[in-house]
């Protein structure tokens, strides 16, 4: 039985040296990019988070629909100064949040309405064969 706590104390201990603990869901925080603290992102600390979070999913057996979509660095630097900035990466976040709220829905109603289907329904051919 100690045997057994010390080797799970071991593993959790290796577990939060070893890696930055990334949220599974929704956007990084700034200072999970930030892994020099300066308060800025630069290029390559923005791919090694997204590559460690990407890494840490795929080892936790978890999904990563729409990774090819994710973003580039180049997108969310709307100045163009090679950094990133706090208010850069919030906006940017803020903006993809709210655009995927308010294309949630944007496909309903599309496909076959109501007598429009195959067979016979509420619309055309109802009465048919009778």
């Known amino acids: 039985m100690k045997t057994l706590k010390i ?41 090694d988070v997204r590559a460690e979070r990407m890494t840490q999913k795929a080892n936790q057996n978890m999904p990563m629909r729409n990774a090819q979509n994710a973003p580039s660095f180049e997108e969310i630097d709307k100045n163009a100064d090679g950094n990133l900035t706090k208010q850069e990466l919030q906006d940017f976040q803020i903006n993809r949040m709210s655009n995927r709220m308010n294309n949630k829905g944007m496909n309903k109603g599309q496909g076959r309405g109501m007598g429009q289907g195959q067979g016979r329904g509420m619309g055309q051919g109802m009465n048919q064969n009778r």
């Open 7 to 47: 080797a799970t104390l071991v593993v959790a201990t290796c577990t939060l040296l070893g890696a930055q603990n990334l949220t599974n869901r929704g956007p990084i925080p700034f200072n999970s990019y930030d892994t020099n603290s300066d308060g800025k992102i630069t290029s390559k600390e923005f791919y």
